[in-house]
């Protein structure tokens, strides 16, 4: 397997520091608004990997974090009138079935800021004592920047005089320009937390840090994580300020190999809201299926900067149809999953640091392969097992082709038309029983006139939107 290393800028071979386990962290959302397109991508594409690695008969121990404590949450809170604690667990729960209708499944671990106080002073406080950490008379904590020969190393950054000189202005106690905070003293009655530091709060970047070093840092590791992985906005500063905490106050590098997603634009510009232009996936959910959202957003290179647009989501669609419709042709029959030639190809491509738009190649051709021999030759039986097992594979591995074909062929029709079309089928089936033709004529046209076909199988009648 391979993966491309976003810090040392190359395709790395990926091995793992303990045979056949994988350490995987990524940063997860601050719970304080609704989830995004960007999220979504992240989450997906750190899904993908997990399935790969899995796929590869890795044990997977995957960490994506919760941040419950944050300025944005606390000025949520002021804004509705409504406790931290309402607001984060809104937005935790909000996030998590949004997630769950993209195919995107729970990580091992998902630890929150909150239960990780105890960790995060661990770690301040071994900064302060290795002199790598400073405290302020208003009792801020500051990283020192300048104790760590590595600082900048991570994201190849250099700092302008302008940045640093704005740096400097925003805290007059600060050592140096590039100096951030661990612990943010408060002195007033907003939300505070007890610490050995006094009331304050922690910086984002500590958490991050503090988390990986209390659920998946093995002591005497050289890393504390094998991957590493976030949006590309998080290389600098938060992932750079981490892998510094870490090294300053552990005997051990942050991660192996570093991971990062690209940005997701709308109709060619990044997703901001400061511009007034982010798109929320609640509102895509209304509109599209959470795995059409899947296929489409899965469907560019991961490192490559997405730009969203309902016309390239349409015609994206079309090819998850074709997924749909040969699954379609083989509905009904049983199998067992079977290793494939076809199989192996796959996961071949996606080993290759997620290879999706080979990967897709692949999938295109061996449908019309399957099309082709199944018009020629409809008994082929051993065929047909093949077949379902390959579409088996790319459910597994890529989470696409999970529903019932003729409920993915029903998306468009809402539940109160669905129960009424549901219910003429009934009402049909007994007026066939009962031998009247008549009736059960009529019920099936008035079902047509829904806007739907329907199909009477060996699994009974089924119907899907024209």
């Known amino acids: 397997m391979f993966i491309y290393d976003s810090v040392q800028k190359i395709k790395r071979e990926f091995i793992s520091q303990e045979d056949g386990k994988v350490s995987l ?12 397109l960007g999220h979504a991508k992240s989450a997906l594409v750190f899904d993908l990997l997990s399935r790969v690695l899995s796929a590869n008969e890795y044990e997977v121990t995957y960490a994506r974090n ?14 509705t009138n409504k406790s931290i604690k309402e607001i984060t667990d809104f937005y935790t729960q909000a996030y998590h079935e949004e997630m769950s209708k993209l195919g995107v499944a ?38 020192d920047t ?14 302008d005089e302008s940045e640093k000189l704005q ?15 661990l612990w943010k003293s408060v002195h007033d009655d907003s939300v505070s937390f007890d610490s050995p530091f006094g009331k304050g709060r922690p910086g984002w970047h500590t958490e991050c840090s503090a988390m990986i070093e209390k659920h998946l840092a093995k002591k005497e590791a050289k890393f504390a994580v094998d991957i590493h992985g976030g949006g590309a906005d998080l290389l600098f500063p938060h992932h750079e300020n981490e892998a510094a905490q870490t090294r300053c106050a552990t005997n051990h590098t942050l991660a192996n190999y570093w991971m990062h997603n690209g940005f997701v634009n709308i109709d060619g510009e990044k997703m901001s809201k400061s511009l007034g232009n982010s798109f929320f996936l609640r509102d895509a959910l209304k509109v599209y299926d959470g795995e059409v959202l899947r296929f489409y957003l899965l469907g560019t290179h991961y490192r490559a900067n997405f730009n969203f647009n309902e016309e390239d989501l349409l015609n994206s669609k079309k090819r998850l149809d074709k997924i749909y419709r040969l699954k379609k042709r083989l509905f009904g029959l049983t199998h067992e999953n079977q290793k494939t030639a076809f199989g192996d190809e796959l996961l071949k ?12 190649a692949l999938i295109d051709e061996m449908i019309s392969v399957a099309n082709e021999k199944l018009d020629s030759d409809a008994k082929a039986k051993e065929f047909k097992k093949e077949t379902l097992s390959n ?12 529903k019932n074909p003729y409920e993915y062929f029903q998306q468009g029709v809402d539940e109160e038309t669905k129960a009424k079309i549901n219910s003429l089928i009934l009402k049909r089936a007994e007026a066939k029983k009962a031998k009247d033709f008549a009736t059960s004529d009529a019920i099936r046209d008035e079902i047509l006139t829904y806007g739907v076909n329907i199909m009477d199988t060996a699994q009974g009648t089924l119907w899907e939107k024209i």
């Open 25 to 36: 962290y990524v940063c997860g959302p601050t719970v304080y608004d609704d989830a995004h």
């Open 106 to 143: 729970r990580p091992s671990i998902e630890p929150k800021a909150t239960e990780s106080l105890e960790a995060m002073f661990e770690l301040i406080q071994k900064l302060l004592d290795n002199n790598h950490a400073y405290k302020t008379s208003s009792g801020d904590i500051y990283f």
């Open 66 to 79: 919760i941040t419950d404590i944050d300025d944005k949450i606390i000025k949520k809170a002021a804004e």
């Open 391 to 402: 579409l088996a594979y790319i459910e597994k591995v890529l989470g696409f082709g999970v």
């Open 146 to 159: 300048s104790s760590d020969i590595d600082y900048l190393k991570l994201s190849h950054r250099v700092q």
């Open 349 to 360: 491509t996606l080993s290759d640091d997620l290879n999706i738009s080979a990967s897709l």
């Open 167 to 181: 740096r400097v202005e925003s805290s007059s106690e600060k050592k140096n320009s590039a100096d951030f905070a």
